[in-house]
């Protein structure tokens, strides 16, 4: 229990010191001016307590900036591409707007003003992102018990509408292949057919490839550092680790791949792409040189790499292979996402669809059958 202690200062003023423990066990003294004020406070210490809502004040009192950087400290496992995201949403949009306030005294009111905000300036996926930043610091504060609870719960979002991505057709990904050239052409057929990450394909080493089982492993990739240079990691999750069976032309191409660079399989840690001067890709390097003018050169603007990886899980979905299957190929952890996020609804399937359902349900009123058969429409 708080206990309460009277004393005069020097001076001859009266002062009240309220003396209590923290549910760890130390022990914290606080000075008042009036009675009132440190009964209120003792009371108001122990009923948190009770409740388990008791923070320390000086705890609480930390900035936003500082538990952030301690955020970004606690998990080690984090991807250096995720980090690196992480930190740009905290340098260019939440340090300005809430860096130096007391993580205690960030309100819902704070946060909604916060995103506001940024929704003036920013597209609503990129302002979701940078919010999804923000609470997960403050749920981290949270769990530490720096605050009673997270200020983010009930912030309204602006509406992200899904947007419908223009698929190259076959013809488009072997005019890609050929812009691209010898040595990123192969990439296509990496992302449209194997339904590889952009990451994967630069970490794909050439031990990786089996060319007696018509196979491909994945079993790291390349992502972005916090300055943009190329880090060598593990799969997305442990579910991107995974092999590929490969039909026999994708084989034929990355034989001649091979033998074009004049690599064989005594290599088997060379990568199976570099750039051009060698070494591993770099993302933004490749992109701006070679990915983004072939792109335009054969009308296909705005696509971006990923965009094949979407093609190939509506390729997969369209040809009645199993979610499961799709689901393993691509390396998803769940199912939903594959669905979801990846397999994009085609004008072929929906009039597919159309017709499947007018053979089951419409064969007895058929006027276009009726009309063929010589039959007078009704």
Known sequence: ??????????????????????????????????????????????????????????????????????????????RPSTRATDTSHLDMHILPALGSRAV????????????????????PRTVRRVFGTLNAILNYANECE???????????????RRVER?????????DLTAELGDDFGIMVYLG????????????????????????????????????????????KSSAGNRTLSMPSSLVAMLAAHLTRRGVTGANSDAFLLTMPAGGPLVYQN??????????????????????????????????????????ARLGHSDPRLTLAVYAQATTEADRAAADLLGDRFMTVHNPTADADAGGETK
């Not at 720096?146 to 992200?160: D, F, H, Q, T, Y």
């Not at 223009?166 to 072997?174: G, I, K, N, T």
């Not at 080493?205 to 990739?221: N, Y």
């Open 286 to 327: 490749w992109r701006i040189r070679f990915w983004l003018p072939a792109c335009k050169q054969i009308g296909l603007d705005g696509l971006g790499f990923h965009d094949l990886r979407r093609l190939n899980a509506t390729g997969l979905v369209m040809a009645g292979v199993d979610v499961k299957t799709v689901q």
């Open 146 to 160: 720096l605050i009673v609870r997270n200020p983010c719960r009930g912030v309204k979002l602006p509406s992200a």
């Open 192 to 235: 449209a057919v194997l339904g590889l990450r952009w990451g994967e394909c630069a970490g794909l080493r050439v031990g990786r490839i089996d060319f007696i089982r018509s196979t491909l492993t994945v079993a790291e990739q390349i992502t972005r550092g916090s300055h943009g240079e190329p880090k060598n990691g593990p799969p």
């Open 1 to 78: 229990m708080a206990s309460l202690n009277k004393r005069r200062t020097e001076a001859g003023v009266r002062r009240y010191d309220i003396r209590y423990r923290t549910p760890s066990g130390g022990v914290r003294t606080r000075t008042f001016r009036t009675l009132r004020d440190a009964e209120r406070f003792a009371a108001t210490v122990e009923a948190d307590k009770l409740r388990g809502a008791w923070v320390d004040p000086r705890d609480a009192s930390r900035t936003l900036a500082d538990i952030a950087g301690e955020w970004i400290k606690s998990n080690p496992s984090k």
């Open 166 to 174: 223009r698929l190259p057709s076959v013809e488009q990904l072997a």
């Open 104 to 123: 205690g005294r960030i309100t819902r009111r704070d946060v909604q003003t916060a995103v506001n905000q940024w929704s003036g300036v920013l597209a």
